[in-house]
């Protein structure tokens, strides 16, 4: 069985008076996995609009997420 891939996901949300980005990037089975995904972490909106779901380089972004701080761990520059 193939281990599952790493996907890019970006939605487009409202909050009445500005638009902004939501994006997951995470492991996935497939494109339809990975906005099921997403949509667990985010509040979903009635305005909601997907603006793509797109594979990612796995190595690319294992090495970037391995740079990354442990979660809590991160200081806060005052």
Do not use: C
């Amino acid at each position: 069985m193939d281990s599952p891939g790493v996907y890019k996901v970006v939605i487009e949300s409202s909050n009445g008076r500005e638009k902004y980005l939501k994006e997951y990037i995470g492991p996935a089975s497939g494109e339809g996995h990975a906005l099921e995904q997403a949509r667990t972490v985010f509040k979903v909106r009635v305005d909601d609009r997907l603006v793509k779901v797109e594979a990612v380089d796995r190595e690319v972004w294992a090495r970037d997420t391995a740079l990354l701080p442990p979660d809590g761990d991160e200081g806060m520059v005052l």
